[in-house]
């Protein structure tokens, strides 16, 4: 179930200075996260290793394609806009010539031929009949823009036509933007940070980056515990302390795959 909607109503009335206004912001964010699940929580109940085949071709080309848009809207792409592209595509399992296809839609995106509306109605007929697909369409572009401090009125205008296409209104949008938001300040919170540094060392455990795929990312857990099992010194006659450090290390590598795997929802 989702919490920032409850985050974001305490926030907002303790900011205030009247305690009351918290609780009532607490009540209503915790309204607007059962709302909010039906259309914007895809990927709370379904598996984030979605592959490429598993969503449909058009509806990946429609969402590279806005995003290029989106990004070019202000003028200017953005590194930040780039990285966060490009993390999309690992989380979504992208293979590596899979990443160059989505790089050309997001690219094609940015040229003045690109038709917007045009796009939205086709995925729409084709790929996104169902409610949460279309939330899902509009979440993943909003995190993507989100990555850099502010949006251009310019790209709000382009996602008000998006939502119009896709059925959204204008507070389920703002919801959205809110709940983004709110992830995004608690990881540049202190226990953000915390929590970033924890991730980085499960990578690190495994001996991958960021970028690794879920598939990758599973070769080298099965590598790591092949290679450092205790069971693998048996043959060697091993001391009490090469046990120890082999069930050490065995122990470091499970608890890495297993935060990456809850993190990834990797299957």
């Given amino acids: 179930m989702p919490y920032w909607g409850k985050i974001v109503g ?19 964010g915790h309204q607007f996260d059962r709302g909010f699940a039906k259309r914007f929580s895809y990927f709370e109940r379904d598996s984030f290793d979605t592959r490429f085949n598993q969503l449909p071709e058009d509806f990946i080309k429609a969402l590279f394609q806005t995003m ?21 595509m690992h989380r979504l399992g992208l293979g590596h010539s899979e990443i160059r296809q989505a790089i050309e839609w997001f690219e094609s995106g940015k040229k003045q031929s690109f ?14 009949r169902r409610g949460e697909l279309r939330g899902l369409f509009v979440r993943l572009l909003m995190e993507v823009s989100l990555s850099k401090d502010r949006l251009h009125q310019r790209e709000r205008s382009i996602y008000w036509t998006v939502c119009t296409e896709l059925d959204i209104g204008r507070v389920e949008l703002a919801q959205l933007e809110a709940m983004i938001r709110a992830q995004r300040g608690f990881r540049r919170s202190p226990q953000g940070s915390a ?26 857990y099965r590598r790591l515990m092949n290679r450092n099992h205790p069971d693998k010194l048996a043959s060697k006659n091993p001391d009490a302390a090469a046990i120890a450090e082999a069930e050490r290390k065995t122990r470091e590598i499970r ?9 990834r929802s990797i299957r």
């Fill in 255 to 263: 608890s890495a795959y297993e935060m990456l795997k809850a993190r």
């Fill in 68 to 88: 290029g848009y989106l990004a070019k809207a202000d003028g200017r792409v953005t590194e930040d806009e780039i990285r966060a592209a490009r993390a999309l």
């Fill in 195 to 220: 929590d970033a540094q924890r991730v980085q060392s499960a990578y690190r455990a495994l001996d991958i980056s960021e970028s690794s795929t879920n598939v990758e990312i599973k070769q080298a």
């Fill in 10 to 28: 305490i926030m907002a009335g303790l900011a205030t200075g009247r305690p009351w206004l918290a609780l009532l912001g607490l009540i209503l």
């Fill in 115 to 128: 038709r917007l509306v045009a796009t939205m109605r086709q995925l729409r007929r084709e790929s996104v």
